[in-house]
Each structure stands twice: as C-alpha cells, then as structure tokens.
C-alpha cells in the first residue's frame, strides 16, 4: 500500500489549490479515503473524508463549503480541491487510508496560505 500526495504549494488568501492522492496496492473505490492536515504546534485533524460506492462524503465544519473531496476510481486517486483558502488553512496535508490492522499515511504536502 502507497499514497502519495501532490498538489501544495503557496498560494494567497482567496486563493484555490487542488491536491491529489494517487494511491497504489488496493482501491480506493473499496476504502474509506480520508484527508487529514496538520499545522505547527496543533494535532493533526480529520479535514475530508470519502467512502462506499454512492460516494459519501464527511467535511470537518472549519471547511465545510470551501473544500471538496472526490475520487477517479480509473485513476485510483482522491482529490482535495480547496477554494477561498484562508491564513489559517496553512498545514501539512495528509492523504490516510485504514486497513486492518493498521492506518496508512503519504508523506504529506505543505500548504501555505498567505500575502
């Protein structure tokens, strides 16, 4: 099992990034896929998640109407697209799956929002 994220970068307040988890030794199609972020000095937090067949989605509130989650089932990835980001969306982006007996975590990506 590999993740392996793309997509960060700096961008400024308002802005728009998309980031994308390619995923490679099982489906995501068949998993529950989840985007996790993790900022300096704070606890890493469930950000998005995404699972079943219909597509079920999950937004923490602090995103809830700017992020969006989705999945290529023929590309095997999951994506991320984050509009009117803000300061405080600055993080490292964390692309997670959970497999029994244990999670599965890609390197990350840094976000940086600011002027």
């Known amino acids: 099992v590999q993740l392996v994220e793309s997509g960060g970068g700096l961008v400024q307040p308002g802005g728009s990034l998309r980031l994308s988890c390619a995923a490679s030794g099982f489906t995501v199609s068949s998993s529950a896929m989840h985007w996790y972020r993790q900022a300096p000095g704070k606890e890493r937090e469930l950000v998005a998640a995404?699972?079943?067949?219909?597509?079920?989605?999950y937004y923490a509130d602090s995103v809830k109407g700017r992020f969006t989650i989705s999945r290529d089932n023929a590309k095997n990835t999951v994506y991320l697209q984050m509009n009117s980001l803000k300061p405080e969306d600055t993080a490292v982006y964390y692309c997670?799956?959970?497999?029994?007996?244990?999670?599965?975590w890609g390197q990350g990506t840094q976000v940086t929002v600011s002027s």
């Open positions: 995404i699972y079943g067949v219909d597509r079920t989605t």
């Open positions: 997670n799956t959970d497999r029994y007996p244990r999670a599965y």
